[in-house]
């Protein structure tokens, strides 16, 4: 493992189609370990699902330019990896166009945390954001994700609500 100095000399780069199963990996840890954190468990056949699912979306959206990905990779084996979805929202009074960046997957490994490999990647989305006059960027974040969003400048929105529909 690096020492955290070092990390920052670890490149971070866009990801490939190559990389697609590392990052449904870290797909479903990602969601493995939300769900544990909330004392409950998710099953492997819904981890193995979740993963397929993601790989077709990543194949689909990367190839189409409505999904861009970065990973950072430490000795051949990529360590964090995140990526935005593109969104059509509606304009707003601080937004007139209706560019919206979707930021998902967030994940690093164990080995990797603490070594701002999640601030790494989330520079890498505004700056590509900034640079495609894209002006919002959403998300949802878990408990443990919340503090790293908040300390890049992320706001919390109490009037947002969802639903799933079954």
């Given at each position: 493992?690096?020492?955290?100095?070092?990390?920052?000399?670890?490149?971070i780069?866009?990801?490939?189609?190559?990389?697609?199963?590392?990052?449904?990996?870290?797909?479903?840890?990602m969601?493995?370990?939300?769900?544990?954190?909330?004392?409950?468990?998710?099953?492997?056949?819904?981890?193995?699902?979740?993963?397929?699912?993601?790989?077709?979306?990543?194949?689909?959206?990367?190839?189409?330019?409505?999904?861009?990905?970065?990973?950072?990779?430490?000795?051949?084996?990529?360590?964090?990896?995140?990526?935005?979805?593109?969104?059509?929202?509606?304009?707003?009074?601080?937004?007139?166009?209706?560019?919206?960046?979707?930021?998902?997957?967030?994940?690093?490994?164990?080995?990797?945390?603490?070594?701002?490999?999640?601030?790494?990647?989330?520079?890498?989305?505004?700056?590509?954001?900034?640079s495609?006059?894209?002006?919002?960027?959403?998300?949802?974040?878990?408990?443990?994700?919340?503090?790293?969003?908040?300390?890049?400048?992320?706001?919390?929105?109490?009037?947002?609500?969802?639903?799933?529909?079954?």
């Amino acid at each position: 493992m690096p020492f955290k100095s070092e990390i920052s000399e670890i490149p971070i780069r866009e990801a490939s189609n190559n990389d697609i199963p590392a990052m449904a990996a870290h797909h479903g840890k990602m969601f493995e370990e939300i769900w544990e954190q909330k004392g409950e468990h998710l099953q492997i056949t819904k981890i193995i699902e979740l993963e397929k699912a993601y790989t077709r979306k990543l194949a689909i959206e990367m190839e189409s330019g409505t999904c861009k990905a970065w990973v950072i990779e430490d000795k051949g084996k990529i360590v964090s990896s995140g990526a935005i979805t593109l969104v059509s929202f509606v304009p707003n009074p601080l937004d007139l166009s209706s560019k919206v960046a979707y930021l998902h997957s967030m994940y690093t490994e164990r080995s990797h945390r603490n070594m701002k490999c999640a601030q790494r990647i989330i520079q890498s989305v505004i700056t590509y954001c900034s640079s495609n006059e894209i002006k919002r960027v959403l998300l949802n974040a878990s408990d443990a994700g919340q503090p790293v969003y908040h300390k890049i400048g992320f706001r919390s929105s109490p009037d947002t609500m969802r639903l799933f529909i079954d």
